[in-house]
């Protein structure tokens, strides 16, 4: 059975926030005039795979709950999840994807190409998800009385493994964008001999 939430968590963390770093570091090299036209090529490329990952993060979301749906689900569980698609909360369930989804469509807009705030803008909410956000102001919300000052609070990495991190999610995302770009010019060519 193919896991779902894996491919789910590699788009949404490792790429999507792999177009964030790079982002960084395209902006970053764009300044110092380095190869420019050489990094505006790619960032088009680059930009066209984020667009790309967006699509196919909703394909693979609708994918992963239909086979839940079909496969996994008893009968029981299914009624119980057709309700919370049609209720009164039915948003929760359908607006995070489709957010996600129509940010990553943004940058088709030269607009929100063209300038670095934007695009981290973008970025951000792959960061921090609706469940992460409700899990830090519930945490915030703990009294700070020194009886809780000993509150074991282990966030789940070191910071080194946070920093080595960022550039293995851009060369990761690189990657992703040079794959992306031979392929695209391996089916030009393909095309193009098959018309002759």
């Known amino acids: 059975m193919v896991d779902f939430d894996f491919i789910l968590h590699f788009i949404r963390i490792d790429l999507i926030l792999g177009f964030g770093w790079y ?23 680059a930009c066209k795979t984020f667009v790309f990952l ?3 993060f909703a394909i693979v979301w609708l994918l992963a709950v239909t086979v839940d749906f079909v496969v996994i689900m008893t009968e ?8 919370r698609l049609t209720g009164e909360y039915s948003f929760g ?8 989804l129509i940010l990553t469509q ?8 063209k300038f670095l705030f934007f695009r981290i803008l973008i970025v951000v909410p792959f960061i921090i998800t609706f469940e992460r956000f409700v899990i ?29 991190s960022i550039p ?9 964008v040079f794959v992306y770009k031979y392929a695209n010019q391996s089916i030009l060519k393909f095309k193009t001999v098959n018309h002759n």
């Open 93 to 100: 369930i359908w607006l995070q994807p489709l957010f996600w």
């Open 136 to 164: 830090i102001v519930t945490s915030l919300h703990r009294d700070y009385l020194p009886s809780s000052w000993t509150i074991y609070n282990y966030i789940g990495f070191t910071w080194w493994e946070f920093l080595l």
């Open 106 to 113: 943004l940058v088709r807009f030269n607009i929100i190409r």
């Open 168 to 176: 293995l999610k851009a060369i990761e995302f690189s990657l992703i």
């Open 23 to 45: 982002t960084v570091l395209f902006f970053t090299l764009k300044l110092f005039k380095y190869k420019k036209d050489l990094l505006t090529e790619f960032d088009k490329d």
């Open 54 to 56: 967006g699509i196919l």
């Open 76 to 83: 029981e569980e299914k009624t119980q999840f057709l309700n």
